[in-house]
């Protein structure tokens, strides 16, 4: 089923209920299973993947009216688990956690499977529609261009890890990467910015069973807040902020597709305007 948004005037009146059910992203990692969510944000599509036994074949949701899930689009896998391989057409890629694969336009037979079933890899996957074929691309960890921002004093000490990016593995429109907050540090992305040219999900991982993290979303002065926890994702459309605090410091995936890829185009809100 197609997961529509509402527009910026609307998102204001929704109440907490309603603004997780349009935003939120919830059960994405259930084990032995493909857990997909087709939207009309950008055309985005996002889930999980946790092999158990046998490898798990990537499928087109009914919704893509496609052959096969990448004949339109391109797909960015990230490992959040256990060891595993992802192979694509018949070639193999191995991926430890943190790992990221990129799988370019054309692929035809996309398989994810664990080494291990008891301590299972946990793929999140992210699609948006690809216009150009490009190389399918394995990206680890330690591989992903590095970037230290933030300080102690203000708890956003981080490291940003982009895998997918215009000076990196090459995309139709996906950029993708990872933010690992120190300990000690809760805040994520502030200040706040949006970018009209492009929407935006953030899929939070690493975070103890009993800590969340207070998503803030929406328009500058119009703020709304979402409690995420482990293994969630909260989706962003061009109008709305995106940030958020933690109980405890916490990883998080961000990717996004749109215009451009260019990762600083931003448009800065300055702390003084939020409400």
């Known amino acids: 089923m197609m ?33 997909l969510n087709v939207t009309d944000l ?24 496609a052959e096969y899930f990448t004949q339109r689009r391109e797909l960015g896998a990230l490992n959040i688990g256990g060891s595993g391989t992802i192979t694509v057409d018949g070639k193999s890629y191995p991926m430890a956690k943190r790992d990221v694969l990129y799988v370019g336009k054309g692929a035809r037979d996309v398989r994810l499977a664990s080494d291990d079933p008891a301590a299972p890899a946990r793929y999140y996957l992210v699609s948006y529609p690809a216009h150009a074929s490009h190389p399918t691309s394995r990206v680890t960890a330690s591989e992903a261009h590095q970037t230290e921002l933030g300080s102690t004093d203000k708890a956003n000490r981080r490291r940003i890890s982009r895998y997918i990016h215009a000076d990196g593995v090459k995309s139709g429109q996906l950029v993708m990467g990872v933010t690992v907050l120190d300990p000690g540090s809760v805040w994520n992305t502030m200040p706040a910015h ?3 040219r492009r929407t935006e999900i ?16 929406g328009e500058p002065q119009e703020t709304r807040s979402i409690i995420v926890r482990d293994g969630e994702a909260v989706m962003s459309p061009g ?34 305007q939020l409400r």
């Not at 204001?12 to 209920?17: H, M, W, Y």
């Not at 946790?50 to 074949?57: K, S």
């Not at 953030?202 to 979303?217: E, G, Q, S, T």
């Open 3 to 35: 997961h529509y948004f509402p527009d910026a005037a609307t998102a204001r009146s929704l109440s907490t209920e309603e603004r997780r059910s349009r935003f939120l992203l919830s059960g994405l990692f259930e084990p032995g299973k493909i857990v």
């Open 42 to 65: 950008d055309r985005l599509v996002a889930g999980g993947a946790v092999p158990r036994g046998e490898p798990l074949r990537l499928e087109a949701p009914p919704e893509l009216r």
């Open 194 to 196: 949006t970018h009209s």
């Open 202 to 217: 953030y899929m939070y991982f690493d975070l103890p069973p009993d800590a969340v993290v207070v998503h803030l979303m």
């Open 239 to 272: 109008w709305s902020i995106h940030c958020g605090c933690g109980t405890s410091s916490y990883s998080f995936c961000w990717a996004m597709g749109g215009e451009n890829q260019d990762y600083a185009d931003m448009d800065p809100v300055e702390m003084g």
